[in-house]
Each structure stands twice: as structure tokens, then as C-alpha cells.
């Protein structure tokens, strides 16, 4: 079992950024791929970036390419998501996820065996 606790979110001007946390903990928390979702407001989850484990490949959703950073640092099982340019639309509860399996290049919520609770995200214009 792997529990996530996401931290960080708030609001924010459009153009700013924000720092995304989501520590990890558990026996295979250190194996897991580990992503962010978001949701917003009477939309679907939807997927924003993944990091594997292993060799720290990435891959972002084409909105976020650019302007959002994944990083992880093992050592302290926490994923980060460095936000910057911020835009309105960016304003979602976002999730942290993991799960043992590496999916390529598209990821769904469904591939995701573990959620945090999520940490809102507000951007103003």
C-alpha cells in the first residue's frame, strides 16, 4: 500500500507560480511511477505529467508542455510539480498518483493505482 499527501496549492495571479508537493509513503512507495492529474470545475480528471521511478523519463499533456516541471526526489519518496506561467485555466484540484506499471506515452486516471486527496489550485486573472 502506498499513501500520497499532496501540499502546496493556493491562489495565485495568472503569470505566477506555484510549487506542487506530494510525499510518498509505504513498503514500494520508492518503485512507483508517480503523476499529477487535475480537475477542474465540472470537467473531467485529466492527466498532467508522469515521472517514472527508474530512469526519471517524463511526459507532460500538450496544455501544460513548457510552462510545468515533474521532478522527484527519491531519496525523500516526494514528487514535485513546479508550475510557472500560470494561466486561468490552470485552476483544478490537482491529485498525485502512482502505480507500479510504465504506460508510455498517454496515461489515463484509470492506470493509476494509488491518489492522494488532492490540493487545490486557483489561478485569478
Known amino acids: 500500500q502506498v499513501q500520497l499527501v499532496e501540499s502546496g496549492g493556493g491562489l495565485v495571479q495568472a503569470g505566477g507560480s506555484l510549487r506542487l508537493s506530494c510525499a510518498a509513503s509505504?513498503?514500494?512507495?520508492?518503485?512507483?511511477?508517480m503523476a499529477w492529474f487535475r480537475q477542474a470545475p465540472g470537467k473531467e480528471r485529466e492527466f498532467v505529467a508522469v515521472r517514472s521511478w527508474s530512469a526519471g523519463t517524463t511526459r507532460y499533456a500538450d496544455s501544460v508542455q513548457g510552462r510545468f516541471t515533474i521532478s522527484r526526489d527519491n531519496a525523500k519518496n516526494t514528487l514535485y510539480l513546479q508550475m510557472n506561467s500560470l494561466k486561468p485555466e490552470d485552476t483544478a484540484v490537482y491529485y498525485c498518483?502512482?502505480?507500479?506499471?510504465?504506460?508510455?506515452?498517454?496515461?489515463?486516471?484509470?492506470?493509476?493505482?494509488?491518489w492522494g486527496k488532492g490540493t487545490l489550485v486557483t489561478v485569478s486573472s
Open positions: 498518483a502512482a502505480t507500479s506499471r510504465w504506460y508510455g506515452s498517454r496515461w489515463y486516471d484509470y492506470y493509476m493505482s494509488y
Open positions: 509505504g513498503r514500494t512507495a520508492s518503485s512507483n511511477n
